[in-house]
């Protein structure tokens, strides 16, 4: 698929460091979640 | 509700109605009407996104949900972030290019008349069996909390919606949006202030969490796979990807907040933020549900929540045994609990563990004896299926919260139903002038008369939903089988645009047979199987993607 010429975003140069950015985010949310359940499983 | 409530109600409600008609002031042109001609900064789609998905009920029965069954609910949103990519990395840039009011419209660009045609109809199907439903679902439960008249509650809100989105098109909805997620957000977190306030003297905010995390209030990940179960890691991470997908990237109810954009960048912002926001917004909700839980655990609730079921019960025989027991389980599961809070504070692990066992059989002794009361209940109202689960949240806020702040409550309940009911309305008659009357009835006519037609479309689509309201509560059990069909749809629209943006070789008859096909893969799923819902949105996006492949492929050697 032929793409749009692409605007920049306004942080992390590219819009693909900021999809990256987003995944990690996914990532360490659900750590941050499962760590919450077993810390408070008892 | 006492006076200080009503004065914060009506305000609320009034400021949004003003606010909405002052933003939408200058809507003169159908391109302002319904596209805002491509002005909006991020953060009011954004925020307009999130306040059009956070429905009342979805407000009201998610903190429920926390109460009985715990947090696993936040699954559901995993899925959530992934989709914002995959839609603003290709849908946006799409939908931008082509200068479209509605998602259809670019099916036609793609494919063919017959194939926008299909998927607005099954938009307008859809959205049109939900926008009653989502306008009635908040009035039923407050009138049976609150006594209003739920008649006059649906006749309110849907006049003063109605007003402000008419007049002033996309522009009050997005704006109008934007503040009532910010009332959403103030009461929310009120709320969970307030639950964790009032616990007793000597139950500190960590003593609350250990409570709840030995009742398995706070299980918010859940690893182990299993196809009929929606809350688990690996549903929410896939049946949510698709579910998301298809709700954000395909529903113009959606669609339409960020066609406003005024660049593909402010598109793309909107949608990554929402992704970002959603998880932890969802993680407060569910977290003030478990601290009702614990306010619960010292307060004794009623029996049953629901209190017109409960005043039934209460005529029964049987029901003085039934409320004795309960009593008497409660003072016991109370007592472990603070048995809980000294082993917490004096560190000793095996001690701490013996203490929460004890608390969890105390727990569900009690669960057994609040079952008791729940089936007298339902044998007593006649409703074998009532659940009082949605009645849970709004026990505590008019029973236990201060004045003034129930006021809070109930505002930021009524700002959820009405940003989706606007949204609903300004994008069924977006489809409705835009993909039917414009391109099928008059084609060529001024742009003050498409304009006075998507006020007049948007003023019937609510009037629709005002009167379509005023019947959901003769529906009962209904209600829940419309909230059903409406997902039966999504993965066929999906698949569709699955097709336009990755199949290039696949043309309009094979797309629209395959959306028919979808459509008949998602009707067998749910007919024939038990596989739970959230997975329908996966079967209909591959089944039109695999039969509109296989049919392109047959013409082609059909052509030769």
Redesign the interface.
């Known amino acids: 698929m032929k793409g749009p010429v692409e605007e920049p975003p306004p942080f992390l140069g590219a819009w693909r460091r900021v999809y990256a950015a987003v995944v990690v985010y996914l990532a360490a949310s659900i750590a941050l979640l499962y760590l919450f359940a077993r810390v408070n499983s008892l | 509700m006492r006076p200080a409530d009503w004065a914060v109600l009506i305000a609320s409600v009034i400021s949004v109605a003003l606010y909405g008609l002052w933003r939408g002031r200058r809507s003169d042109s159908v391109d302002r009407y319904l596209r805002a001609e491509r002005t909006m900064p991020w953060y009011a789609m954004a925020l307009s996104i999130m306040a059009t998905q956070a429905s009342a009920i979805t407000f009201i029965s998610t903190t429920g949900q926390s109460y009985v069954d715990g ?1 696993r609910f ?1 699954q559901f949103y ?1 899925g959530l ?2 989709a ?2 995959l839609i ?3 849908a946006v ?2 939908f ?2 082509a200068n479209v009011y509605t998602a259809y419209e670019y099916l036609e660009r793609r494919f063919d008349a017959k194939t926008r045609a299909l998927v607005s109809l099954i938009f307008l199907l859809q959205r049109g069996l939900a926008v009653g439903v989502a306008l009635s679902a908040p009035a039923i439960v407050l009138s049976v909390i609150l006594g209003w008249p739920d008649r006059w509650t649906t006749l309110i809100m849907g006049a003063v919606v109605v007003l402000y989105t008419a007049l002033g098109g996309i522009q009050a909805v997005t704006w109008t949006d934007f503040y009532q997620m910010l009332i959403m957000m103030a009461g929310i977190l009120v709320a969970l202030a307030t639950a964790v306030a009032m616990l007793p003297d000597g139950v500190s905010f960590l003593d609350a ?2 409570i ?3 009742a ?1 209030r ?4 859940v ?1 182990k796979f299993d196809w009929n179960d929606q809350f688990n ?1 690996w549903s929410g991470l896939l049946g949510g990807t698709f579910l998301m997908l298809a709700y954000f990237g395909c529903d113009q109810s959606q669609v339409q907040r960020y066609l406003t954009g005024k ?3 402010e598109s ?2 909107s949608l ?1 933020f929402n ?2 926001a959603k ?2 917004m969802q ?1 407060v909700i569910l977290f003030t549900g478990a601290m009702v839980f614990v306010f619960f655990t010292f307060t004794e609730p009623p029996v049953v929540f629901q209190r017109e079921a409960l005043e039934k019960a209460r005529a029964d025989a049987r029901y003085a045994a039934v409320a004795q027991r309960f009593d008497e389980r409660f003072e016991e599961r109370k007592r472990a609990a603070w048995d809980l809070i000294v082993a917490r504070r004096g560190g000793d692990e095996s001690l ?2 013996e203490r ?1 066992a004890h608390y969890r059989a105390a727990h569900a002794r009690l669960e057994g004896a609040r079952k008791e009361g729940l089936n007298l209940a339902r044998e007593a109202s006649g409703d074998p299926g009532l659940n009082d689960t949605n009645h849970i949240f709004l026990t505590f806020v008019t029973r236990h919260m201060p004045a003034g702040l129930v006021g809070l409550i109930m505002a930021a309940i009524i700002a959820a139903a009405m940003s989706t009911i606007s949204a609903e309305i300004n994008s069924l008659a977006t489809v409705t002038v835009i993909d039917v009357y414009r391109r099928h009835l008059k084609k060529e006519a001024s742009d003050r008369h498409y304009l006075l037609a998507s006020r007049m479309a948007t003023a019937a689509w609510g009037a629709y939903a005002i009167m379509t309201a005023q019947y959901a509560k003769n529906l009962g059990s209904l209600i829940v089988v419309v909230n059903q069909l409406g997902s039966l749809f999504y993965g066929a629209l999906l698949g569709v645009f699955v097709l336009a ?2 199949f ?1 070789r696949v043309g309009g008859t094979a797309a629209f047979a395959g959306v028919l096909c979808g459509q008949a893969a998602v009707f067998a799923a749910h007919l024939f199987t038990k596989t739970a819902f959230l997975w329908y949105n996966a079967i209909g996006c591959v089944a039109v993607v695999a039969s509109a492949l296989l049919i392109s492929a047959a013409v082609d050697r059909h052509r030769g």
Request: charged fraction near 10%; hydrophobic fraction near 65%; avoid cysteine.
């Open positions: 947090m936040v995993f972030p992934l914002m990519i603003s990395a290709f840039p799409a931008h290019r969490v250990a709840a995390g030995a398995g706070l299980n918010a990940v690893t890691l660049s593909v960048t793309r912002l990554l992704g970002i998880i932890p993680f701490l563990r929460a943006f990755f290039r």
